[in-house]
């Protein structure tokens, strides 16, 4: 059993009013807040070992270099990698799904194929196309059905010797959708194709074990799970990283430069160029730590009471639609209310505090498929209570009011 109101008192943010009324924040999915632990450690790193890293000799490179890859560490742990130089820091999921594209343009040929979902952000879909055009490769996708749901027997028909990489998301950030990614990465296997997972929305709720899953790489964004903006991780097995060219070109990243031929540092380094974010890097793991002293169990099934709280009580609002109806689901909420339009219903409630996320999410093959310009988003955190819910319920029926 959590103690919510204990962990509430870490996050300062959730002490504060928006328009005169307690703050509720349900906009977990684009990013979330951050405990005070989290906020100390960034403030410590400038306050004491501020420098740059790896090519010190000094005492502050050396323990700001130490610092960095006990963190890389932390997240081997935390993923179940086989080894540290698998994990690659990167500003972000977008970051690391971008690496893993442009490393595939000096693979793929024309004819052959890339397989997305329905379900993409649109970082894991305009990537793949940038693809496609420079290397005359074909993109496939994979459908959905009407509960938001992948369509697995298209998936399996889609896939041939053509296929080369498919990549999904773990959890849809639009509906909140869990896929069957492990049936996934097994059946791409088959014919030889490798897999990324874009693990933005699942390491908030989830630990992922990479070595199980077996996926080729996963990428995720720190700023999800409590971590500072501008950090993430993209996990590489390393065969495939050893295959991949570098992604950019600068310090850090080489063995020897000469002009006449240029060789390239070992993994992790031959992908990380230029001067990381080096404080971010660093309190990623303490966001790590802070999580998984709360316990991923306890998390998973506290947001799984909020879902079915937050499911029932805005079930009774007359002309809902809730999308992503999946009993497979992370704790997330989107939906529409009949003849109003989901911006409408968003503004009217932030002023009585209430942020939730409205508009197409970066993600709008899924808003097409169900004809609606966009959804309320409502993304509950492990600090957010059953309280809030009601008083988002509350809300959301004062805007119908208002509106209809």
Not at 25 to 47: H, L, M, R, W
Not at 120 to 136: A, Y
Not at 217 to 232: I, V
Request: aromatic share 8%; with cysteine.
């Amino acid at each position: 059993m959590l103690d919510i109101q204990k962990i509430r008192a870490d996050f300062p943010i959730l002490s504060q009013t928006v328009n005169g009324k307690p703050l509720v924040y349900f906009d977990n999915g684009a990013t979330s807040q951050k405990p005070q632990v989290v906020i100390d450690a960034e403030v410590k790193y400038y306050n004491e070992i501020n420098a740059n890293i790896h090519r010190g000799v000094h005492t502050l490179s050396q323990l700001a270099t130490d610092a960095y890859e006990i963190s890389r560490g932390k997240v081997k742990e935390h993923i179940n990698a086989k080894h540290a130089h698998e994990v690659l820091f990167t500003s972000g999921t977008t970051h690391g799904i971008n690496l893993v594209a442009n490393g595939f343009a000096s693979i793929l040929k024309p004819g052959d194929e890339v397989v997305v979902s329905s379900l993409e952000h649109h970082s894991n879909i305009v990537p793949w196309q940038m693809l496609c055009e420079k290397t005359g490769a074909i993109l496939k996708v994979i459908p959905i059905d009407q509960n938001g749901e992948l369509i697995v027997s298209e998936f399996d028909a889609l896939l041939s010797e053509k296929t080369k990489i498919v990549t999904v998301n773990h959890i849809s950030n639009a509906l909140g959708v869990i896929n069957p990614i492990k049936y996934i990465i097994d059946k791409a296997h088959a014919v030889g194709a490798a897999v990324l997972i874009d693990g933005a929305q699942a390491v908030p709720h989830l630990k992922p074990d990479v070595q199980e899953l077996d996926c080729d790489f996963y990428a995720f964004s720190g700023h999800k799970m409590c971590g500072p903006t501008g950090t993430g991780i993209l996990y590489g097995k390393e065969e495939w990283l050893n295959k991949l060219p570098p992604y950019q070109g600068g310090g850090e990243m080489i063995k020897e430069v000469t002009f006449e031929k240029t060789t390239y540092a070992d993994l992790p380094h031959k992908f990380e160029a230029g001067t990381p974010n080096i404080a971010g890097g660093i309190v990623l793991g303490t966001a790590i730590d802070y999580l998984n002293e709360i316990g991923f169990d306890k998390i998973h099934e506290y947001e799984n009471e909020l879902l079915e709280h937050a499911t029932k009580r805005l079930n009774e609002i007359e002309g809902i639609r809730i999308y992503g109806n999946t009993k497979n689901k992370a704790s997330v909420v989107s939906f529409n209310i009949d003849g109003i339009h989901p911006y409408d219903i968003g503004s009217i409630i932030d002023k009585l505090g209430i942020a939730v996320r409205t508009g197409h999410h970066c993600a709008q093959p899924i808003m097409n498929f169900f004809c609606i310009p966009g959804t309320i988003r409502a993304s509950f955190s492990f600090y957010n209570t059953k309280e809030e819910i009601d008083a988002m319920v509350d809300a959301v029926k004062k805007a119908q009011t208002m509106l209809s």
